[in-house]
């Protein structure tokens, strides 16, 4: 139990349509990164957010973007969706930045994108 | 660019052996590895990692090392378990700029353990 959860668990979308993903973190986490796991790859970093604030970002385009919220929610949003956005989202969380060994991962929201 | 890279992408050992699961990087900045482990339907759980100041670094069953010069890393286990049959990923930052806090993962690696 990571005290991190995601909704939805599953989405299915239409290309060119709009997507919000939520995630839930633990109380007291500052710092949330969002990642991107296409079919057997492994996560990509999309971006991170402290304190409201993005603090670094991926290879990923602007329609991709996000918000994090003083409640400890956070949310990704992407515009005009692509097929190659079908994947599975991950958020991660933790009290610091820097906290790799104290990030949790939520279990992700599965996208299709059709 | 894939910046770190795991070539295996499965493994299959026999309960009570030691599995070896390998990964490789490419870029000279990063400064912590991490592996990872991912059941289905579940989020990545840190297992152990190591700074680049060190060579090994043992937790129980896990035991991860790192060779600089080689740009690679492994992670033993042993003795392997059935429990322990899941996705493992390696994962490497460094703490630059706006790198702070950014994993960067191989494609992963699944373990499976024969009773």
């Known amino acids: 139990e990571t005290g991190v959860t995601q909704s939805p668990t599953h989405l299915i979308k239409t290309r060119g349509q709009q997507v919000t993903l939520r995630c839930s973190s633990q109380s007291g986490h500052n710092t949330v990164s969002w990642y991107q796991q296409a079919l057997g790859q492994g996560p990509q970093f999309i971006f991170q957010?402290?304190?409201?604030?993005?603090?670094g970002r991926g290879n990923f385009p602007p329609r991709f973007s996000g918000l994090q919220f003083p409640n400890y929610s956070s949310e990704l949003n992407v515009n005009a969706l692509e097929l190659d956005d079908s994947a599975l989202y991950l958020c991660?969380?933790?009290?610091?930045?820097?906290?790799?060994?104290?990030?949790?991962f939520g279990p992700g929201t599965r996208l299709l994108v059709l | 660019d894939q910046q770190v890279k795991q070539n295996s992408p499965s493994l299959s050992v026999q309960e009570g052996r030691i599995s070896i699961l390998n990964c490789d990087y490419t870029?000279?900045?990063?400064?912590?590895f991490l592996w990872y482990k991912k059941y289905p339907a579940e989020g990545p759980t840190f297992l152990i990692s190591?700074?680049?100041?060190?060579d090994k670094n043992e937790d129980g069953r896990f035991t991860v090392f790192l060779n600089k010069s080689a740009k690679h890393l492994s992670l033993h286990i042993v003795p392997s378990q059935p429990g322990d049959s899941a996705v493992y990923f390696c994962?490497?930052?460094?703490?630059?700029?706006?790198?702070?806090?950014?994993?960067?993962f191989g494609q992963g690696t699944i373990l499976t353990v024969h009773p």
């Open positions: 991660a969380s933790s009290r610091d930045r820097g906290e790799l060994e104290t990030q949790y």
């Open positions: 957010y402290y304190r409201e604030e993005e603090n």
């Open positions: 994962a490497a930052s460094y703490a630059g700029g706006t790198s702070y806090g950014k994993l960067t």
């Open positions: 870029n000279s900045m990063f400064d912590y």
């Open positions: 190591i700074s680049s100041i060190k």
